[in-house]
């Protein structure tokens, strides 16, 4: 059914769905929480902790007064409920001055923090006594949103999505909520029926049924990517593009102002080897970030362009390709080498698109530098020999199938800092050979890493801009966009404001996140680099690739909701130059477990090591605990955590 169709979604709502990629029922109900908030009993005023979340029952006490600091309007008032009074502030929000009205009882529910010696909210939800009473005790669904779209509303359409599709009936092929797995399977394995698991992972029953939910829901989408992947066939060819060694690799390497490491020694001969043999390559190169990936898949380009073949680069996220076309433009100069690079991003559009295909077709470009645009129909290649992705663990079955599309059966070279064992490795990335850069270039200060509370706040602002007046940049990372979602975790637009209005004037802030467009995450991207802004406050969109070495603090807020391979990923944008950079893991929700992982991070920087250690402590039974990483190839499973699963999904797919 078209989105459409659900009462209350007209063509106004129904584009703004379709920015989070939601066009019709399916769609929508295939869209799942990102977490859960639990909705905790009202408590009163005097019981307040700082830094937690909590609702109060209170009546307004005074009348709302709105005042302007810098660009920010604060707009605030005091509310009392017998125990204590508090203080209550909305940023940005002056015309909400006309629903607030004095002598009103309402529930406001927060995250409460320290203003003088009061306790005060910033920008909490308002409920009417009987709405907030439905609500206690349960978990809701938090939603991934879009502006002018909100969480709640998204909760809302699903459930009239959901009621309408079981009213036409979970049986009949083609709904929504008809299962496909074979019964076989579902009996075996014990999981939960399609149309009930959906029906959990939106508006749970509790705990137990959550669970069970979602275990079904990852087990479908390991067996059906395992299905997709298996429906490609075999990796394994002879090679149709034999090479021999070049002059201009050797020349390359003795050249560069660094000697290759051992083990970039080992991969590149691996490589080399691969190139030249008989069979078709198929080589998955595993390194942590910083160990120097990079300059391997720039020799086997150059080995792969000095043999006349056409060579394709293709990177995650463009501004990560902007930067590989940079450094190879600098290299070909610097070093005269014969690359002919082409970037060619979505961005590229017109005339100048027109053009870039063209030498792709003619074979004048022999170096394609990308997005996954470099498998677009349109884009026709000339000899296309080698081709090598990087950050591996974003693309998945996706690199595969639009490979596969292109035909030719180029080599692969397939790049990934996230490392798994090498069974789970051919299972999601088919069948191929590993090899592995273990130790870091020498010569590196290593980062000096703190785990802190809140309480320590204060002290990191002192020394983020003792940073800046040295002439250096700070990255603050927050783990969601707006304070619409999760009321007790930091939010990129309040933070920056809460910023602004702490940090001396001359401090330069940006603001960087996933639903900006993606001309304006280059801009500010592009400023960030050329040390127009100081402070970027971003979500987690700057994980991925970015190199700005004059960046030395990593700060990170609520370092508690990230998988520690993601930490130690973000903590990778800093310690990239001779000079000494710092990470601070900011716990808003301070416990011994936080705790005690987060120090991991702090005993090791080896992400294999750091890995393997957050899947030890977290053990099976974290099913809602963290993600590894936000945007890995699945939605809700997690290879770091559902192993079982993933193997059982494995068996079940191969015997079809
Ligand atoms: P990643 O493996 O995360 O992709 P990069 O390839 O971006 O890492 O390398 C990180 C930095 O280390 C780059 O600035 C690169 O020039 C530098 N580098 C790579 N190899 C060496 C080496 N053997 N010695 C010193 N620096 C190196
Ligand atoms: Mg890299």
Known sequence: ?????????????????????????????????????????????????????????????????VRHIRHLSILSFNVSDGHGEMNIIYFNAPYLRNSIKKGERCIFRGKVMMRGNRFSFNNPRKYKTEEYDKLAGTKQPIYHTTKGLSSSAIQKSVRKAYEAELY????????????????????????????????????????????????????????????????????????????????????LTEALPYRLTEDQTAV????????????????????????????????????????????????????????????????????????????????????????????????????????????????????????????QHRFGVLQREALAQKGGEPAVLIMSATPIPRTLAMILYGDLEVSTIHTMPAGRLPIRNCVVDTTYRPTAYKFITEQVEMGHQVYIICPQIDSGELPG??????????????????????????????????????EFAAGNIDVLVSTTVVEVGVNVPNATVMYVENAERFGLAQLHQLRGRVGRSDVQSFCIFMMNNVSDRAKERLDILVSSNDGFEIAAEDMRLRGPGDIFGIRQSGDVIFN??????????????????SKI
């Open 168 to 251: 036409i009936g979970v049986n009949t092929p083609g709904s929504p909520l008809y299962d496909t797995l074979p019964e076989e399977i579902i009996t075996k394995r014990d999981l939960m029926p399609y149309y009930e698991a959906i029906s959990n992972i939106h508006m749970p029953v509790d705990d137990e049924h959550l669970i069970r939910a979602r275990n079904r829901l990852a087990y479908q989408e390991f067996y059906e990517y395992i299905l997709r992947m298996s429906r490609l066939g075999t990796y394994s060819r002879p090679n149709s593009y034999p090479m021999i060694e070049v002059a201009d690799t050797l020349r």
């Open 489 to 526: 975790v930091e939010n990129v637009s309040d933070y920056s404001k809460e910023l602004e209005a702490s940090l001396p004037e001359k401090i330069r802030i940006g603001v960087l996140h996933g639903q900006m467009s993606a001309t304006m995450k280059d801009k500010v991207m592009g």
């Open 268 to 391: 590149w001969a691996d490589v080399r080897r691969d190139l030249s043999s008989d069979k078709r390559m198929v080589r998955l190169l595993q390194g942590d970030v910083g160990s120097g990936k990079t300059v391997v898949a720039v020799l086997s380009l150059l080995m792969c362009v000095c043999n006349g073949y056409q060579g394709a680069f293709m990177a995650p996220t463009e501004v990560l390709a902007a930067q590989h076309y940079d450094t190879i433009v600098r290299l070909s100069d610097d070093y005269g080498l014969p690359f002919k690079p082409v970037l060619l991003t979505g961005q590229v559009k017109g005339k100048a698109r027109n053009l870039i295909l063209e030498e792709i077709r003619s074979g004048e470009a022999n170096l394609i530098i990308g997005t996954h645009a470099l498998f677009q129909e349109k884009v026709e290649y000339c000899k296309l020999a080698l081709v090598v992705t990087d950050e």
């Open 1 to 65: 059914m078209n989105i459409t169709s659900i009462k209350g979604i007209g063509d106004k709502t129904a584009a703004l769905f379709e920015k989070l990629d939601i066009r019709d029922t399916a769609d929508l109900l295939r869209f799942f929480p990102s977490e859960y908030d639990l909705f905790g009993p009202v408590t009163t005023i005097d019981q307040l902790k700082c830094g937690e979340v909590a609702a109060v029952e209170v009546v307004i006490i005074s009348a709302p007064v």
């Open 636 to 653: 809700i499973g997690d290879i770091y955590q559902d192993s079982e699963l993933i193997m059982w999904a494995k068996e079940d797919a």
